[in-house]
């Protein structure tokens, strides 16, 4: 079946403008996160979904970040004001959310934004 | 709050050669430990796991064995081959659904 997809896959834009980023998880996926790469460095947490509510957004680095996920599936991560700072490569990964030990996160081929 | 130590790379090595990558980790109670591998070009794929202590997680020729008493869980593979060239995340997962902490990532080029 498919993956997750996220689009767009690269995006340019100027700093101080808004962006938003969409993530299309698993079908049947409750659990969905978002995380940040910059260069060089591992993925870090933003903010992680179940189903339509956000169960831990501790990652967000400021309040110009935000995520939706208005109907438990599609989520949408939205940026104001941006800064050269958040350019990175945004990656969303969802699971099937199961309580229990373990559940495999599965990862979309990211969102490369650049803010000039 | 919960961190992973990787081997910096980059990390060059001839074709055959032995691969280990070093990963330790800080965490509360009993996580699961994951390799996860990113190929040029392509999204984050799980290569292998281990969820309690003594867990040997394989794939692909790669191994990892979750040592709680060294806190460890290097990645081995006795023979490297070009197509193994890629970036290695080591990271761990405290229970069922939370967020992935993610080592720094070792970079690795197997050379013919």
């Known amino acids: 079946g498919a993956g997750v997809s996220q689009t767009p896959s690269n995006k340019v834009t100027e700093k101080g403008k808004y962006v938003e980023l969409r993530c299309d998880?698993?079908?049947?996926?409750?659990?969905?996160?978002?995380?940040?790469?910059?260069?060089?460095?591992?993925?870090?947490?933003?903010?992680?979904?179940?189903?339509?509510?956000?169960?831990?957004?501790?990652?967000?680095?400021?309040?110009?970040?935000?995520?939706?996920?208005?109907?438990?599936?599609?989520?949408?991560?939205?940026?104001?004001?941006?800064?050269?700072?958040?350019?990175?490569?945004?990656?969303?990964?969802?699971?099937?959310?199961?309580?229990?030990?373990?559940?495999?996160?599965?990862?979309?081929?990211?969102?490369?934004?650049?803010?000039? | 709050g919960d961190s992973v130590t990787q081997m910096e790379g980059p990390v060059t090595l001839s074709e055959e050669a032995f691969l280990t990558i070093n990963c330790t980790y800080t965490a509360t109670g009993y996580p699961s430990l994951f390799w996860y591998v990113q190929y040029p070009g392509e999204g984050l794929q799980l290569l292998l796991k281990a969820t309690k202590a003594d867990d040997k997680g394989s794939n692909k020729g790669f191994e990892a064995t979750y040592r709680k008493e060294t806190t460890s869980f290097h990645l081995e593979k006795g023979s490297v081959q070009v197509s193994d060239s890629a970036v290695y995340f080591c990271a761990l997962g405290n229970s069922g659904n939370t967020p992935l902490v993610f080592g720094k990532g070792t970079r690795l080029s197997v050379i013919a």
């Open chain 1, 25 to 116: 998880p698993i079908s049947g996926h409750t659990a969905l996160y978002w995380y940040r790469q910059s260069l060089g460095q591992g993925p870090e947490f933003l903010i992680y979904f179940q189903g339509t509510g956000a169960a831990d957004d501790s990652g967000l680095p400021n309040d110009r970040f935000f995520a939706v996920r208005p109907e438990g599936s599609v989520s949408t991560l939205k940026i104001q004001r941006t800064e050269r700072g958040d350019s990175a490569v945004y990656l969303c990964a969802s699971s099937p959310g199961r309580l229990g030990r373990y559940n495999e996160q599965f990862f979309g081929p990211g969102t490369r934004l650049t803010v000039l």
